[in-house]
């Protein structure tokens, strides 16, 4: 993956042992989408997406409200937290995230 200066420029894909390997706009690394490009940045649609449907599954079930409650903490709170002190978050991003 290509970041900061070296974005812009043509480079030739690389060789490992007769192998090419070409260069990606983006790695999954421990389930964080790492973007490519002027600045490396994150991509958080597929974490919130993952929440999304962990809290509609959840949402779902007939079961008392506190079972519910429960179950979001343990099961739904940690895919949205994964990885969070890792990463740098601007401000503008969690207000975005919010509404």
């Known amino acids: 993956m290509k970041v900061e200066c070296s974005y812009k420029y043509n ?3 690389m060789v490992l042992m007769n192998n090419t390997v070409n260069w990606v706009d983006s790695v999954k690394y421990l ?3 790492c973007l490519g490009g002027a600045s490396l940045s994150v991509d958080y649609a597929d974490i919130k997406r993952k929440f999304y449907v962990a809290c509609n599954s959840v949402l779902g079930k007939y079961a008392d409200e506190c079972v519910k409650l429960s179950l979001m903490k343990t099961m739904c709170l940690p895919m949205l937290t994964h990885c969070l002190g890792a ?4 401000s503008h991003i969690v207000k975005d995230t919010i509404q």
């Open 87 to 90: 990463l740098d978050i601007a």
């Open 31 to 33: 389930g964080i989408i």
């Open 11 to 13: 480079i030739t894909n």
